[in-house]
């Protein structure tokens, strides 16, 4: 099937097709028609699979007929994202899409100046890209009109409630019509957002293209069984003699990224670190390089990683596996994007099989440990299974916070 036969505007369909689009994906063939029927919908599909076209392009096609109609200068259109990176690059599809069309979008995100968006929403939006954290201050402030949206989109959900947002989300929505269509878009769906859909949408359509909370089919997947003092050097080790030259890597915290790349440097790669601690400006600096090919790894926690889009990423390690399993599939998913092969590498101490073990139950997939000839893992460094114990998941919570006990009180959540 083509574009055309989804009842597309005519100047969609013709930029679609200068991008090089030749037919949608199959969440587009999904998702699209039933967008446009103004339906509620929770999609989900693997990273990379056109999600972001998915609600991008009827949305621009049903702001276009309603501006035919009347003249209206209200916000349409209302995109929420978890981090600032994936709000810029949702923008950007916007802006990319709609450049035959008569149709503004706007991003708003924390760590950026206000004003230079406000100035932005003064000469008018019919879509806003924005982060919980700015949307809120924007609300709170008097400064944004939002009684003639349409249509809200929660892009990544899974993401805004690992973080955190489900309160600030809460307090949007008693801003918004009652009366609006709203979309979910994830590439993972767990019990959370099915508890949280029941609230918000109405009779929602479920769309899935693959098997719930699967893996990018083209992403070739190798498991390295390495001693936790040793990450570093094999991680080196890997980049030089393969001569990899745009390597995605991820650690589980800010401190962890910031002390593996000042290794990596002493080793002669060129790397930087991406995570919330750096500034806006920085974060866009180092995201610029590393897709420049001037920064030859980086690296990145979870949240700072949501929204890098790069079509030819080739190399994704992961330094340490994720707390969270769903956040296996979203890191993996940077690569092997828009059809393009890809390799996802984890790095796995003994301390770590129980988060392989939780991956393996949400993929499906049993995963062979590799070693690496001059990096075997030390037997005698190995736990006997008797004396260790797996942390509770209070208790992997508590650390991933940065708590000292389970019961010690959670940091207030700093705003995006």
């Known amino acids: 099937m083509s574009f055309a036969s989804l009842d597309l505007h005519p ?29 509620d919908v929770m999609a989900g599909a693997q990273t990379g ?17 309603a501006k035919q109609s009347k003249d209206s200068e209200d916000i349409q259109a209302l995109i929420l994202t978890p981090t600032r990176e994936l709000a810029q690059q949702v923008h950007a599809s916007f802006e990319k899409y709609s450049t035959n069309l008569p149709i503004k979008s706007v991003v708003a995100y924390g760590g950026a100046s206000i004003n230079v968006q406000l100035e932005a929403l003064r000469k008018g939006c019919d879509m806003l890209v924005a982060t919980p954290g700015r949307l809120l201050e924007l609300i709170m402030k008097d400064l944004i009109d939002l009684n003639g949206l349409k249509t809200l989109v929660l892009d990544e959900a899974d993401r805004m409630l690992d973080m955190g947002f489900i309160i600030d989300i809460k307090r949007i929505l008693k801003k918004l019509p009652e009366s609006r269509q709203t979309l979910f878009f994830s590439a993972t769906f767990n ?25 990018a089919t083209k992403v070739e997947q190798t498991i390295y069984a390495v001693d936790q003092d040793r990450k570093s050097a094999l991680l080196s080790f890997l980049i030089g003699s393969k001569n990899w030259q745009q390597v995605l890597i991820f650690t589980r915290t800010k401190l962890g990224a910031d002390e593996l790349a000042k290794e990596m440097q002493k080793d ?19 995201l610029s390089d590393f897709k420049a090919g001037k920064v030859r790894a980086l690296i990145a ?45 984890s790095l796995v101490a003994e301390k770590e099989h129980y ?16 070693w690496l000839p001059g990096f ?30 389970p019961k010690a009180k959670a940091p207030k959540k700093r705003r995006r």
């Open 49 to 65: 699979t056109g999600k972001t076209a998915a609600f991008a392009l009827p949305l621009l096609q049903k702001i276009q007929l």
């Open 301 to 345: 926690t979870d949240v700072a990683a949501r929204g890098i889009d790069i079509e030819q990423l080739h190399y994704v390690v992961n330094h340490e596996l994720p707390y969270n399993a769903e956040d296996y599939i979203h890191r993996i998913g940077r690569t092997g994007r828009a059809g393009t092969t890809g390799l996802a590498i």
């Open 376 to 405: 075997e893992p030390d037997l005698n460094k190995i736990m006997s299974p008797k004396k260790r114990r797996e942390p509770s998941k209070k208790e992997l919570r508590a650390k991933a916070l940065g708590l000292t006990s």
């Open 11 to 39: 100047y969609i369909i013709q930029r679609v097709t200068e991008l090089g689009y030749s037919a949608p994906t199959p969440i587009q063939l999904a998702a699209i028609p039933v967008v446009l029927s103004g339906k």
């Open 268 to 286: 002669g790669i060129a790397t930087q670190a991406i995570h919330g601690d750096k500034s806006q400006g920085a974060r866009d600096r180092v």
């Open 191 to 215: 019990d959370d957002i099915f508890a949280l859909s029941k609230s918000l949408l109405n009779s929602p359509q479920l769309i899935e293209v693959d098997s719930r909370n699967t893996t």
């Open 355 to 370: 988060l392989l073990n939780d991956i393996e139950k949400l993929v499906g997939e049993q995963f062979i440990p590799q």
